[in-house]
């Protein structure tokens, strides 16, 4: 099915996808990234989403950011995007809403401290678990494990990965390897990512007192807003300040970036997917001048808001809760739940140690913020019912 009235011929198209790992008859009233995109809206680590923590712990309040609404707004970004530059908009929705599906509990921090508790088993990564949820984990049909996404949906999901883990990735691993460039729907899936944290961290951020619009304003990006918006509406304070500022920051990231990768399109003159991937680098970005505005942002949130104490205090809770949660079932795999003890204890007797620790990061990531913390307790504190 044609998504579109008008997609440009170097967007992803059912009829040019290098389809499904396990065939199946094409859907009916629908495209084949429309059916990923449902696929990935009805399956279990979307919906645990909702409780796993984007820079804040989900229960710090409910005005926050989680990794459901986050990926909301990727989407809803990456699908203007599409839309106004004539791509697959159901393919970018789809990898859009599953790019953060392989995330820890607890955000960054969480992701760290697994991968320091799998150093010594392959280490642990949330884009190639992201691709792991979607090829294996997910238990739902009958015909296949996971949820058999197309190829170029997977594609986007990986967005990077080791030359190591390339190798072991065949078809899909084979770009790292070449050092080719994903389709265009995974290149807007990409920015809009970045767009959407960038500017929701501010709004973020500010709503928690940890910044300030002081020191925002003194930002290119910000500043440039700021001041428009304050000689729009003199007098203007609170959240609909902030709000009018947040929503011109991302229009001017969108309108930047639809115009700049537009002309670079046309430049590079693509007529292809295929030409798309053997392109030089990623034909989707931003402006000089608006990557220079960005990266100043990044590194004034990395400085003033990841790096608070307040943040900082919830990664040393999120290390310790990770990293006694994972020691504790490398111990002994029978404090694991029957699902995973299976999995992790063969016929007869222990399943080697590194199959055990890649079950056990499997458990421990799929768990929400608060379903780590109730584990922790159930399992360490001798108060708590088991
Ligand atoms: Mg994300």
Redesign the pocket.
Known sequence: MNPGPMLAPYAASDETSRGRQYPESPPSYRSEFQRDRDRIVHCAAFRRLEYKT?VFVNHEGDLFRT?LT??ME?AQIGRSIARAMNLNEDLTEAITLA??LG?TPFGHSGQDALNACMREFGGFEHNLQSLRVVDLLEEKYAGFPGLNLTFETREGILKHCSAKTAAQLGELGRRFVEKKQPGLEAQVANVA?EI??NNHDVDDGLRSGLITMTQLADLELFGEQYRQVSSQHPGLSGRVQVHEIVRRMINRLVVDLIENSTRLLTESAVSSIEDVRGAAGPLIMSSESVRRQSRELKQFLREHLYAHYRVRRMTLKAHKVIESLFAAFMDDPRLLPPQYQSKSVADDGAAPVSVRARIVADYIAGMTDRYAIQEHQRLFDPAALT
């Open positions: 984007q990794r986050h990926s990727v790019h953060d995330h990512d959407a944290y």
